[in-house]
């Protein structure tokens, strides 16, 4: 007589699971990784505009703007952790924030009022659109009529 033989998996069954799972997660990853960067970009630009028009509110109230983004929306942290960059410039003599202004591909400034903007994943800005570490940046440019990546304005 025979004896029977437990049922389980081979070792080629399990490799090929292991290569089914391995598989799904090389395209899982970054498809989630990807979706969940445009997530916090959304988000981002969400709360500039937000922040956008609390500060026009301020300026229609107060007939200037405030010198900090915390006197209008408090403990403001972009999607990564980090405080939002916000610099007056109405109002301001030009020769104090004439070497802070962010520039677009033609090195006009981007705004006139104020700068608000978002240094993105990466963290770093540079100071003009053109400089490869203000690509991930979500900015606000032309006074708040566009607001997004600053690879895309």
Known sequence: ???????????????LVIAII????????????????????????????IAGRKLDDYLIDNGSLPETLDEVYPNLKDSWGRPYE????????VSLVQG??????FQVPLNTDFD??????????????NDS???DDIVRANNGD???LGSKY
């Open 1 to 15: 007589m025979r004896k029977k033989c437990g049922k389980g998996f081979t070792l080629i069954e399990l490799i």
């Open 22 to 49: 391995a598989t799904i997660l090389a395209v899982g990853i970054p498809l989630y990784s990807n979706l969940l960067l445009k997530a916090r970009n959304v988000q981002a630009v969400k709360d500039i505009a």
């Open 86 to 93: 916000y610099l007056v410039i109405l109002g301001v003599p």
């Open 100 to 105: 802070l202004w962010r520039k677009d591909q």
């Open 116 to 129: 608000l903007y978002s240094k993105g994943k990466d963290g770093k800005t540079g100071a003009s659109l």
């Open 133 to 135: 570490k203000s690509y």
């Open 146 to 148: 566009y607001i997004g």
